[in-house]
């Protein structure tokens, strides 16, 4: 099993900047594409970013590219660097790991491990 849990979620004016931060312990060694999903107030969870294990791989929703930039800092730890915030941008945002695909895929069914979320709050 995986365990990831996420940190880094505040409030923040727009035009601001915020990481998040997400640990993985456990089976580790199984991860291969790690992303970040998001859920706005009244809307359905939506792809965000995702990156290869290599870190070579990366895709991005375009509402954020040029924005967010997605990387893993090591084997455990995947990182959001968000700027430019606006305040669409205001949802919980999830961590999620695959040990099924290494191809940066914004696919959600393919992640198998969920952590609990952070809020991201934007004020405009």
């Known amino acids: 099993q995986v365990q990831l849990v996420e940190s880094g979620g505040r409030l923040v004016q727009a035009g601001g900047s915020l990481r998040l931060s997400c640990t993985a312990s456990?089976?580790?060694?199984?991860?291969?594409?790690m992303a970040w999903f998001r859920r706005a107030p009244g809307k359905e969870r939506e792809f965000v970013a995702a990156v290869s294990r290599s870190g070579r791989d990366t895709d991005y929703v375009d509402s954020v590219k040029g924005r967010f930039t997605i990387s893993r800092d090591n084997a455990n730890t995947l990182v959001l660097q968000m700027n430019s915030l606006k305040a669409e941008d205001t949802a919980v945002y999830y961590c999620?790991?695959?040990?099924?695909?290494?191809?940066?895929?914004?696919?959600?069914?393919?992640?198998?491990?969920w952590g609990q979320g952070t809020q991201v709050s934007v004020s405009s």
């Open positions: 999620a790991a695959s040990a099924v695909t290494n191809s940066a895929t914004r696919n959600q069914n393919v992640y198998g491990y």
């Open positions: 456990g089976r580790i060694f199984s991860i291969y594409d």
